[in-house]
């Protein structure tokens, strides 16, 4: 994948902003095919639109916003160190307003132009980011052309140079997007016919030249700008299909380790994860000498429940027991799993054996005045029986003990008549 995300690198993203974006993936097989089905529908258009379906792009808004961010203050900072640079030429070629260039200079447009550096990362709506930074280009570029315009010093063609920076720094640094580059572009249009009328008043042919100089080079920026994007547009969703196949493959991994983890009936852990917590946590007890106990649960006159009422209601009742023990427990660490059959399993870390059985009684007392009807049963109603053990664990001993002891415990507890809690020390 990291691969994949190198070659799809371009200038407008980051390697990491595009694996943010695509690592954000939903999980939901439904919400996956739809994004697939966007991307490759994009994909197939020709010619290709510079906007994805709505949630495809405002995935790719979001991956690009700080690289869009980091370009606008580059090009305005640019932008405006040349304004400042060109300070230092008002003195030879705008002598008779000298002042008043400096004053609007380094008086006005610079500092408005340097708080609104310091505000663009704080702005939250980025079209209004780009369109102010696009003003502010147009606005240092159309004052340097008004001084020359004002001056009866200058040549006017001497400031010819500004507009086509300003034009690369609006369309090829900034990279404003295409509608907000084609307003940019449209503003420098109107900048040059302005500053060419005043320098070529009265002659028409060599007006239409320049004019159609500016227009050419105006058209090569938006064409390039407009490329630019596509480029990085289809980079994005050809990365975006790689990362919805990794997202599946994600999400077939996660099924296969939760069913090897999971008992399908009732959906909670079973005998395998049981074993393998008990150990970690076994050994855990022993290295902190915390105390670790287990109940060992089995519903009362299962075989005959299953006789009355059907293989489907053992079942149900199966599932229906996992929810209340579910439910009985309070901390995050405590886990319930299902042992084999009728039998259930209660892990309880950090959990002295007095305290453990007390939760066991509160358990067992739970399922009998819920009243799940067995008619087979002395007393009309689904039963449990629950051995407890638990202790500090010695240095070397095993978890296997624990586990013969709890087995043991809800053994007695069947023997004196069941629906009742044992506990073994």
Known sequence: MRRRLRRNHNKDMSPNELQHAWQDLPH????????????????????????????????????????????LQRALGAALAIFVLLGAVDLFLLPDILETAWLVRYAILTPLVLVCLLWMPRAHWERLRESLAAGLILAMAGTQVLFGMLSD????????????????????????????????????????????????????????????????????????????????????????????????????????????????LTGLANRREL?????????????????????????????????????QGGDDCLRWLGGILRDGLRRPMDMVA????????????????????????????????????????PHQRVTISIGVAGSVPNPGALSSTLVQAADQAVYLAKEEGRNCVVMVS
């Open 28 to 71: 939901d097989v439904g919400q996956l095919d739809t994004l697939e089905e966007q991307t490759r529908e994009w994909l197939a258009q020709e010619p290709r639109r510079l906007r994805f379906p709505a949630g495809l792009d405002a995935r790719f808004d979001s991956a690009g916003k700080p690289a869009r961010l980091r370009r």
């Open 338 to 377: 299902r042992y084999g059959g009728e039998e259930f399993a209660v892990l309880l870390p950090d959990t002295p054996p007095d305290a453990a059985r007390k939760l066991a009684e509160q358990l067992r007392n739970a399922v009998y005045v819920a009243r799940l009807p067995h008619e087979s049963s």
């Open 153 to 264: 010093a200058a040549p006017v063609q001497q400031f010819d140079l500004v507009l086509i920076l300003a034009l690369l720094i609006g369309n090829l640094v900034a990279q404003l997007r295409y509608r907000i580059a084609s307003g940019f572009t449209i503003g420098m249009l109107l900048l040059y016919f302005a500053q060419e009328t005043a320098q070529y008043e009265g002659r028409l042919v060599e007006q239409c030249l320049a004019a159609a100089g500016m227009l050419v080079a105006c058209l090569i920026s938006l064409t390039v700008r407009r490329n630019l994007e596509l480029e990085r547009r289809i980079a994005f969703a050809n990365g975006m299909l790689g990362a919805i196949t990794q997202r599946r493959l994600a999400n077939a991994n996660e099924n296969l380790s939760a069913q090897a983890s999971s008992d399908p």
């Open 275 to 311: 074993d393998e917590r008990l150990m970690r946590l076994h050994r855990n007890a022993i290295r902190q000498q915390q105390p670790l106990s287990l109940l060992f649960i089995d519903v009362d006159y299962f075989k005959a429940f299953n006789d009355t009422y059907g293989h």
